[in-house]
């Protein structure tokens, strides 16, 4: 008899264990997992180098929790106005590689992944003869590009002059304004030479290179297209001079800026302008 009461015992407390725990004792419900987070999809919209980019998250439930990281992209920031089956992310790729990759997750579980690869950054340059557009190479020269990238960014280019004509050498342009053609614009402070030498990128016919004085170190916004291939003398006179990009649109256009007529100081005759240079995307 000892022995029946201590297993009628054990019974019950397997039966109160099994009901705890969503076992099936009869009259009790299981719990599933039908309340949890799932993904069907991450996607993006246009992506480009050190501009903001929009990811958007869609499924079932998010609103039980979801966490959203990122690879390659920084201040991975949740947009406001996300449903339990719709949210979006913000945040800026700061390489062309490694590839972006965002990564949703509930808890410990992993539930969808979204890679791609990001194009080197493009400008184009709206000039009053024409449209130009260039890409940059932040792989080689990021530095250099990112300067770039930040004067474009902030509006600095547009309405300045190409003040500068060499014909068969280079069009320079990017530091006066329009409005006074005798003193540079104010610019930021300048950055450190990332010559040919150690980028690979050469002063060749189409190239994009950064002006600066006889002081290495000293390019800011100045800027001039290669008319000519120069590399047998700017990739190394002076310590050389940084290349961080190619016209890939609107050589023509360089060429006709090359062509006009120039004074003495080689300004040219009749103001060469530039309306406004934009990042603009190569997808």
């Not at 020269?141 to 960014?153: G, R, S």
């Not at 150690?198 to 100045?222: C, D, H, K, P, W």
């Amino acid at each position: 008899m000892k022995y029946n009461i201590r297993f009628f015992l054990l019974c019950i407390m397997a039966s109160v264990l099994l009901y705890a725990c969503g076992g099936d004792n009869g009259g009790g419900s299981s719990v599933t997992t039908a309340d949890a987070p799932s993904v069907s999809a991450i996607t993006a919209g246009t992506v480009m180098y050190k501009k903001g980019a929009l990811f958007t998250v869609t499924g079932q439930l998010l609103d039980k929790g979801i966490t959203a990281t990122a690879i390659g992209c920084s201040n991975l920031i949740e947009q406001q106005g996300g449903t339990d089956t719709s949210r979006s992310y913000s945040c800026v790729p700061f390489f062309i590689n490694p590839i972006i990759t965002i990564s949703a997750t509930t808890g410990a579980t992993f539930l969808k992944q979204f890679s791609m690869s990001v194009p080197n950054p493009q400008v184009t340059i709206e000039t009053s003869m024409g449209t130009i557009v260039v890409e940059l190479r932040p792989d080689k020269a990021k530095l250099t590009v990112d300067n770039f990238l930040q004067y474009v960014n902030d509006g600095f280019y547009s309405s300045t002059l190409f003040h500068r004509v060499v014909n068969g050498f280079v069009v320079q342009g990017g530091g006066y304004s329009v409005n006074d053609q005798t003193t540079l614009k104010p610019a930021r402070d300048p950055i450190i030479l990332e010559a040919p030498a150690a980028t690979g990128l050469s002063n060749t016919l189409g190239s994009i290179a950064m002006a600066r004085t006889s002081t290495l170190n000293s390019a800011t916004s100045e800027f001039y297209f290669n008319t000519g291939d120069n590399n047998t003398r700017l990739d190394t006179d002076s310590g050389g001079y940084a290349v961080f990009g190619s016209v890939i649109k609107g050589m023509d256009v360089v060429k006709a800026i090359d062509a006009v007529a120039v004074d003495s100081k080689s300004w040219p005759t009749s103001a060469v302008t530039i309306l406004s240079a934009s990042q603009t995307s190569s997808l």
